[in-house]
């Protein structure tokens, strides 16, 4: 009879429908992991201020007014900043993050073998840490509880679904905190490409 209970028990927790966002990339204010530079780039609303704010990336000649190295689209990484033109040239944008600009932020795109185009693939912002209890909160209420570690006033949260992850890491007494998405896939597979260049370069 037990074992009856629990087959139908186990059998019942199958049936429960997944949160929607159990399998889908996480996205930044709605802006997913994933999503192509193309697509990124014609179709995107700048989450950043001022209004106005477009995507400047490696691969544009206004990249060196924002401090970043040029980079061919053939380039295994693309890296992006949202930015704005003055009287005096290119200058960064500040990302929002939890309604209050940032500090410093980059989106990276990458294609992996059979893809055509790069996909976005890591969010990375810096922001005030006084910020990142209230954009914990905000996030736990989207994706649900994160995983926590404390230790000498550094706190790790990680959310993570099948797809991707979030990293909000904060110091005690620092000014700033982090928080990073991260596409798995390509993190991944950018991880093993990585080693692969170092074991060659180690090889007499």
Same mark, same amino acid.
């Given at each position: 009879?037990? &074992?009856?209970?629990?087959?139908?028990?186990? &059998? =019942?927790?199958?049936?429960?429908?997944?949160?929607?966002?159990? *399998?889908?990339?996480?996205?930044?204010?709605?802006?997913? /992991?994933?999503?192509?530079?193309?697509?990124?780039?014609? +179709?995107?609303?700048?989450?950043?201020?001022?209004?106005?704010?477009? =995507?400047?990336?490696?691969?544009?000649?206004?990249?060196?007014? /924002?401090?970043?190295?040029?980079?061919?689209? *053939?380039?295994?990484?693309?890296?992006?900043?949202?930015?704005? #033109?003055?009287?005096?040239?290119?200058?960064?944008?500040?990302?929002? $993050?939890?309604?209050?600009?940032?500090?410093?932020? $980059?989106?990276?795109?990458?294609?992996?073998?059979?893809?055509?185009?790069?996909? @976005?693939?890591?969010?990375?912002?810096?922001f005030?840490? #006084? @910020?990142?209890?209230?954009?914990?909160?905000?996030?736990?209420?989207?994706?649900?509880?994160? %995983? @926590?570690?404390?230790? +000498?006033?550094?706190? %790790?949260r $990680? !959310?993570?679904?099948?797809?991707?992850? &979030?990293?909000?890491?904060?110091?005690?007494?620092?000014?700033?905190?982090?928080? &990073?998405?991260?596409?798995?896939?390509?993190?991944? !597979?950018? =991880?093993?490409?990585?080693?692969?260049?170092?074991?060659?370069a180690?090889?007499?």
């Amino acid at each position: 009879m037990k &074992i009856a209970l629990r087959r139908v028990a186990v &059998i =019942a927790m199958m049936l429960v429908p997944l949160p929607a966002h159990a *399998d889908k990339p996480y996205a930044f204010r709605g802006l997913p /992991l994933g999503v192509t530079l193309d697509d990124f780039r014609s +179709h995107e609303h700048a989450r950043a201020l001022p209004a106005g704010s477009v =995507a400047v990336c490696t691969t544009d000649p206004e990249a060196n007014s /924002l401090g970043m190295e040029l980079s061919g689209a *053939d380039s295994v990484s693309i890296a992006c900043k949202w930015a704005h #033109r003055t009287e005096e040239g290119w200058r960064p944008s500040q990302a929002v $993050v939890d309604c209050a600009p940032s500090y410093d932020h $980059v989106l990276r795109f990458a294609a992996m073998p059979g893809e055509s185009e790069p996909r @976005l693939y890591r969010m990375s912002f810096v922001f005030d840490a #006084r @910020l990142a209890s209230d954009f914990a909160d905000a996030l736990a209420s989207k994706y649900g509880a994160s %995983r @926590l570690k404390r230790e +000498h006033g550094y706190t %790790r949260r $990680v !959310w993570e679904n099948a797809a991707s992850s &979030i990293t909000l890491e904060a110091n005690e007494g620092a000014a700033s905190a982090r928080v &990073i998405y991260r596409l798995k896939d390509h993190e991944a !597979w950018l =991880a093993r490409l990585t080693e692969q260049w170092r074991a060659a370069a180690d090889t007499p």
